[in-house]
């Protein structure tokens, strides 16, 4: 059985979809949460390739890149998707989210207050109904987004809209699709254990 | 029977290069249509997400370059070995969309001042990034493992524009400069080099 210890920084952030996924394995893992603070003296003696966490060490082998480590932890928890095509789709709509979860890190990110204001109007008016809308559309009557079954692109969103709704609370409002994946990801008995444990963080 | 696949993009490197790369080292037929803006514009709205590149494999169509070239990379075999290795390959494909998506927007930017700020900031940027790729890097032509990966196109790939800018940027990174040499080794690849569009990015 192989190790896994997972380096990040003490947030959800970028490591909290990996965390989810080791969950929804029932795959242990050392969840090491590194403070802000700490990082500036740690970082020149960590064993980071790139400089950068998250990292993911297996078995005293480290790799870095937040996707690559979320990719290869779905892969060993059986959530990729089952064909090359079904991980095609489930890849494809992850990276969808991204791109809309961007938009969001960028407001919530924001230090100016009245920018701030701004950007969060033109998220909740501009970006964020045509996504739900098309993911709805996306999204299967079983609320599943590939095939019959969780796969990682379900746990993605969930993971997106966690962050979301804390700041937009009605936002899955009359999306019965998109709540029942929502559902899903949330009944998973790992998931299920995982978010009543998990640490509370602001990010 | 082998799938039928068809990559649309504009007439660019862009989003779509690595997977037209992928296609052409493992000598895997595919439809490559590019697209000029006009003929774009009717097929945006019945595209899956609005957005170019898209990929059609036996009349089911995705979109997203990375999800479209991972893809790529499992069907023409370049992904690397499975489970570990793969992930390797994975996590330098990362850190060169990364260095791409900087490269990018510096060609992009038109604001005079700031694109001059961001020449700057790349470079410090791109030579600290080589250093850390030319340590990561394995020793026999090939970023991982002893075969080519698709993280090898995506490396000749990210160095192209740079290359252009400036041939001896690799000559103290032998073993990068090594990978570039393996991926002009491929005739296939080679061939198509040659004879592509001249394109801005």
């Known amino acids: 059985m192989p190790t896994y210890k997972l380096t990040c920084f003490n947030v959800r952030g970028r490591a909290e979809l990996i965390r989810l996924l080791f969950a929804a394995g029932e795959i242990p893992y050392e969840d090491v949460r590194i403070e802000w603070d700490k990082w500036p003296e740690l970082k020149p003696i960590s064993d980071t390739p790139m400089g950068q966490i998250p990292t993911l060490e297996v078995d ?64 909740g008016e501009k970006h964020l109904p045509p996504f739900l809308a098309l993911y709805e559309g996306f999204a299967g009557d079983n609320g599943h987004f590939v095939g019959d079954s969780l796969t990682w692109s379900d746990i993605g969103f969930f993971n997106m809209m966690d962050f979301i709704t804390a700041e937009y609370p009605g936002a899955l409002d009359g999306y019965c699709k998109l709540n029942k994946v929502i559902d899903n990801v949330k009944s998973n008995p790992g998931v299920a254990k995982w978010l009543k444990e998990r640490p509370v963080t602001n990010h | 029977m082998a799938p039928k696949y068809k990559l649309t993009y504009f007439n660019a490197r862009g989003r779509a290069e690595l997977t037209r790369l992928m296609f052409v080292a493992a000598g895997v037929e595919y439809e490559d249509v590019r697209l000029e803006r006009e003929e774009w514009r009717p097929l945006k709205e019945t595209s899956p997400m609005g957005q170019l590149p898209m990929l059609e494999v036996d009349g089911q169509v995705m979109c997203q370059s990375g999800a479209i070239f991972r893809y790529a990379a499992k069907e023409t075999g370049l992904s690397g070995s499975a489970g570990w290795e793969e992930a390797q390959v994975d ?11 900087k490269l990018w927007e510096v060609r992009f930017e038109r604001d005079e001042a700031k694109k001059e700020e961001k020449k700057t900031g790349l470079a410090t940027f791109v030579p ?70 001249e394109t801005f990015i």
């Open chain 1, 60 to 123: 005293g082998q480290v790799i870095c890149q937040s996707m690559a480590i979320a990719r290869f932890v779905a892969g060993k928890a059986g959530l990729l998707g089952k064909t090359n095509m079904d991980q095609a789709r489930a890849d494809m709509l992850l990276d969808g989210g991204m791109d809309v979860g961007k938009l969001f890190t960028e407001m919530v990110m924001e230090k100016d207050a009245s920018k701030k204001a701004e950007k969060k109007k033109e998220f």
């Open chain 2, 128 to 197: 600290n990034w080589l250093a850390n790729y030319e340590k990561l890097c394995g020793p026999d032509g090939h970023l991982v493992g002893a075969k080519l990966t698709y993280a090898d196109l995506a490396f000749f790939n990210g160095m192209h524009d740079i290359l252009k800018e400036r041939a001896d940027t690799l000559e103290k990174f032998p073993k990068l400069a090594k990978v570039v040499e393996s991926v002009n080794e491929n005739k296939a690849v080679a061939a198509y080099i040659a004879e592509r569009p």
């Open chain 2, 91 to 101: 996590m330098f494909v990362c850190g060169i969309e990364d260095l791409q998506t």
